[in-house]
């Protein structure tokens, strides 16, 4: 039968070819010497896996969801009449194949799916002649093999299955041998690179694209094999038929897994490979895939400490998910014991009849630290065996299952686990036993050693009692440390005792009071204070009036790692304060610990508030309280004239003469007096001694400077940084904005070099004629807003000098970027009740949107750049805004308007980001119908979206709506940003809820909603 197929294999289509060019400038290198090119050592003149004999996908890469490993196949015919398909070796690429089951059934993919797959570079050579076999693709506008130069990505040639012939619906095997039918069976196709248009493309690298835009049923796949791009006199190297031995395309079926007894759970060691016997509840933190065969991990080839040929975990990290095991019955001893790494989350035990949770285990032993070596401490992947005795917690008899939660999704936020075995006949208790973290903490009997101290002032408990945690996750007892240094340099947190608080939950903040004491003695405190997470303050215990307040104003991130050098980060410093400055011997209070940040350093570390010494205590530096003083008025600075502002350039090293109106953003502590950023040393380029900025990037705010009379000949200087806001002129009368001025000259790009054109915290001169704005005479004031939290959310700025005799035009023209008024814009209407107002966000804002809850949704977020990053990577939006890459910190509710499902019931939209998802929820019972992710999020080939990248660049989805809610229902769209990190922002567009009919572009989105 092979032989026969040959002889219809042997016609060779050669077809002259047209050039596809984008334009004259972008006309290849003609000049090449190709011959002296191909004759050098490391010229690669084939790609990989040409004919796919690996048995999958190796050497190409897949974008959509058109092809897979799945497409590969050893199948030597198709359909009853079993013609022959005419490969090439014992591999091929079937555009509709998706795997066999044990039982023989095959199973065939959608044909409405598209993507491209592209082959690896090859530099053409020899001959200048490709060729390749290619089957079905019927339409030839929609499925064909495109060859593309690498140097810039142009399209040199094109071809389609010319050849496809269906004579008669069903095929005679006669007519396909004979070569008078072509279907699924492959046509030979070769192409003549040599002379396109008069070009010789020898010499040049490139590359093959399969493309499938088909989103019909009519043969709207590729069948494809055998691609070889490098001949020699009419002649190319045979490909070697692949392994056939190690190919196993059959489908994962976990029917008929049985556990050992009725006292244990199915597949506990994963022993399977794969998961079955557990059910993945949601999320994508658990998969077959994450069942893993490697005995060790990286480079350095850390053991996992494994039983068996199989462990879960390495998976997935910045995915969170649950996993449940099959029901056992706790029996014999009662004991279970289980191998247990990562740091992502924990496992928990669960009542089968009540589902109530009975307890709660961590991995209490993972130690990031003495990397790579387990014998001295180190617990990252590799796992730690646990047990347990269950019986605290059920007794014997009870039908219980085993939960597997990961809700963390860095900073080892993944699980490694096996092992779980839940029957011993006795006591089992090698390893370290599990603590339930369910149950709360005993802290009876600690008590203050005075009425002058307060309860655990060091944490000695090796936990929090004594304190009070009155809201967030920043604080805990997992949150008290009793490792000494931290990270693999092994830096010591300069600590007293055996235990601190800190190096915990950067992603989270919150609010912790320690118990009350009665200021006494010499009237000093002492503390030790790391990070940049938050404040100390000093409470009266009666009023609960904030009496102080410190920072850590001894954090450095310099020098890393020598604190010698005044690197200051987790690493604590010991601060003192005298009390009597703010309150009497004798007053009750108490310390509360606020963490407010969630990076750049935000975590806290603090140890030792002794509140109580005889004599002075003066050791270390000096705690500085950062609340305004109140009482006695500070005698403000002025203005040297009418024409100028007060404080211009912060030389008062505060922010007198500028008025805060809202937010955080801006205060006294906000003013720098450093010369340059970071361990880099970047100037900030300021004049003088101080400037504003570097701070609180989490924070938003507004701040005024005081009023002045345009004067002079009307110009005004400044120096601006950051990324975070703008500056405003605002008429003092009508407080109307007149002129808006961004850093226009901002750039991540060059770092860490300024004259290679970075603008980050580095300030640049600006100056503008403000006669364009107002006329002279006219008083004005400056207004600052800071309205980013995120991607240089900062603002830096200086030296506002508002008078100038003489035009001043040192630096860069600011430009106004105020938009035009005029007409005022009516609010968007709905074209039909079966839209959402402003689907597309071509208001610039939220119009017609409704934010329930959070700050990860406000008008600010409405963006109008078509790319983000100096890499100028397109959002791929429609029209000219969208919204999205706004304040990755926060979480957020926000809704739609209400529509009435119509037309043919479908809706797209565009998604991109990881930090959330999409509802459709009914607007008459407010309940959450389906709700869609962005399923194609992958972080992977930056800066790439041809090679899989998706980021913040949406991507296209569509929906049958149908399949939750009857035509003619009222609903809305619920958009929920629930993640905080690891791309935890959204960006999203073009919510069209009516289409006519079907609307099948782009990817089908799969309803994640949890099932009943």
């Not at 077959?288 to 039983?307: K, L």
């Not at 005004?716 to 000259?745: C, K, P, Q, V, W």
Request: glycine share 10%; aromatic share 14%; net charge negative.
């Amino acid at each position: 039968m092979k032989k026969l197929l040959v002889l219809f294999g042997i016609m060779l289509f050669a077809f002259t070819l047209s050039a596809c060019r984008r334009g004259t400038d972008e006309e290849p290198d003609q000049t090449l010497d190709w011959e002296q090119i191909c004759a050098g050592d490391d010229v690669v003149v084939n790609v990989i896996n040409g004919g796919f004999e690996t048995g999958d996908l190796t050497g190409w890469t897949a974008e959509g969801d058109a092809f897979d490993d799945n497409s590969v196949t050893t199948l030597e015919t198709f359909w009853q009449q079993e013609i022959p398909f005419g490969h090439e070796g014992n591999f091929h690429l079937f555009g509709r194949f998706d795997g066999m089951y044990e039982d023989g059934t095959i199973e065939y993919k959608s044909e409405l799916k598209t993507g491209t797959l592209t082959s690896s570079t090859f530099t053409l050579c020899g001959d200048g002649m490709i060729s390749f076999k290619l089957g079905a693709a019927r339409n030839t506008d929609t499925l064909f093999v495109e060859v593309r130069l690498a140097e810039n990505d142009q399209l040199i040639a094109r071809q389609s299955n010319t050849e496809f012939a269906d004579f008669s619906g069903v095929v005679d095997p006669q007519q396909a041998i004979n070569g008078y039918a072509f279907v699924n069976n492959y046509a030979d196709y070769k192409l003549d690179l040599s002379d396109v248009d008069g070009v010789d493309y020898r010499g040049h690298e490139m590359y093959v694209v399969l493309v499938d835009n088909a989103d019909h049923a009519d043969f709207g796949y590729i069948n494809f094999d055998d691609l070889r791009t490098y001949y020699v006199d009419g002649v190319a190297d045979p490909q070697e038929p692949g392994d056939l031995d190690n190919f196993d395309y059959i489908r994962i079926v976990c029917d008929d897994l049985v556990a050992d007894s009725i006292y244990e759970i199915i597949n506990p060691g994963f022993e399977t490979g794969n998961l079955c016997g557990w059910e993945v509840i949601e999320g994508d933190a658990f998969a077959h895939a994450g069942v893993n065969s490697e005995p060790t991990w990286w480079d350095e080839e850390i053991s996992y400490n494994r039983d068996g040929d199989y462990h879960y975990g390495m998976y997935n990290e910045s995915a969170t998910g649950i996993m449940n095991s099959s029901v056992f019955e706790l029996g014999g001893s009662g004991y279970m014991s289980f191998l247990l790494g990562g740091n992502g989350g924990y496992i928990s035990i669960i009542d089968a009849d009540t589902d109530e949770e009975l307890a709660r285990f961590t991995n209490t032993e993972f130690a990031d630290i003495n990397f790579p070596n387990p014998e001295e401490g180190m617990r990252l992947a590799n796992m730690q065996q646990y047990y347990v005795d269950l019986t605290q917690f059920a007794e014997l008899g009870t039908e219980l299952y085993i939960q597997v939660v990961d809700n963390r999704a860095s900073g080892w936020g993944l699980m490694t686990l096996d092992s779980f075995f839940t029957y011993h006949p006795q006591p089992f208790t090698e390893g370290v036993e599990a603590i339930d973290q369910l149950t709360a903490i005993d802290c009876t009997g600690v008590e203050a050693n005075s009425i002058y101290e307060i309860i655990n002032p060091g944490f000695e408990t090796g936990n929090l009692c004594g304190w009070d945690v009155l809201e967030g996750e920043a604080f805990a007892h997992e949150g008290v440390n009793s490792e000494a240094t931290w990270w693999a340099e092994e830096i010591p947190y300069n600590r007293d005792g055996d235990y601190h608080y800190g190096m915990y939950r950067e992603d989270q903040t919150g609010i912790m009071n320690s118990s009350v004491f009665e200021l006494g003695g010499s009237g000093y405190m002492s503390f030790l204070l790391g990070g940049n997470g938050g404040y100390i303050s000093i409470m009266d215990a009666t009023t609960h009036e904030e009496l102080a307040r410190f920072t850590n104003t001894e954090f450095a991130d310099i020098n890393f790692p020598n604190p010698d050098e005044g690197m200051r980060l987790a690493n604590m410093q010991q601060y003192y304060i005298d009390l009597t400055l703010f309150a009497e011997l004798g007053t009750e209070l108490y310390i509360q610990i606020v963490d407010n940040k969630t990076s750049d350093w935000g975590v806290m570390t603090f140890d030792s508030f002794f509140t109580y010494h005889v004599d002075p205590y003066t050791e270390g530096v000096e705690a500085i309280n950062q609340l305004a003083d109140e009482g006695e008025e500070e005698e403000d600075p002025e203005a040297a004239s009418i024409y100028e502002i007060v404080n211009p350039g912060f030389e008062t090293g505060t922010l007198a003469g500028w008025t805060v109106i809202e937010g955080e953003a801006f205060a006294d502590a906000g003013v720098n007096s450093d010369e340059t950023f970071w361990a880099e040393e970047i100037s900030y380029n300021r004049d003088g001694d101080y400037h504003y900025g570097m701070y609180n990037e989490e924070a938003t705010g507004i701040m005024n400077s005081s009023v002045f009379e345009l004067g002079g000949s009307g110009y005004m200087s400044f120096l601006l940084g950051g990324n975070g806001g703008y500056i405003s002129i605002m008429d003092a009368t009508t407080h109307e904005e007149l002129a808006r001025f961004y850093n226009s000259e901002f750039s991540d790009t060059g770092f860490p070099n300024p004259e290679d054109g970075m603008r980050l915290g580095n300030m640049q001169q600006y100056y503008v004629n403000l006669t364009q704005f107002a006329e002279l005479g006219t008083e004005l004031y400056i207004q600052i807003v800071d309205n980013k939290t995120s991607d240089w959310g900062v603002m830096t700025f200086d030296s506002f000098f508002t008078y100038h005799e003489t035009p001043y035009t040192e630096g860069v023209e600011a430009i106004n970027q105020l938009p035009d008024e005029g007409e005022e814009e009516e609010d968007p209407e709905t074209t039909t009740l079966y839209e959402v107002e402003n689907a597309g966000f071509e208001t610039g804002d939220l119009t017609g949107w409704t934010v329930i809850e959070g700050e990860a949704f406000a008008d600010a977020g409405v963006n109008s750049d078509e790319t983000f990053w100096a890499e100028e990577i397109p959002y791929n939006r429609d029209g000219n805004y969208h919204y999205g890459m706004y304040n990755e910190e926060a979480t957020g509710i926000m809704n739609s308007s209400v529509f009435v499902l119509g037309g043919s019931g479908y809706m797209s939209f565009l998604l991109g980001g990881n930090g959330g998802y999409i509802s459709i929820m009914d607007a008459t019972t407010h309940e959450e119908l389906a709700r869609f992710y962005n399923s194609e999020f992958a972080d992977i080939n930056f800066p790439n979206p041809d090679e899989g990248m998706r980021l913040a660049n949406m991507q296209q989805y569509y929906i049958d709506l149908t399949l939750f809610a009857e035509l003619g229902t009222e609903l809305y769209i619920q958009i929920v940003d629930n993640k905080t990190s690891d791309w935890g922002v959204m960006t999203f567009d073009s919510f069209f809820t009516y289409h006519v009919d079907p609307y099948t572009e782009g990817v089908e989105a799969i309803n994640q909603l949890p099932q009943d």
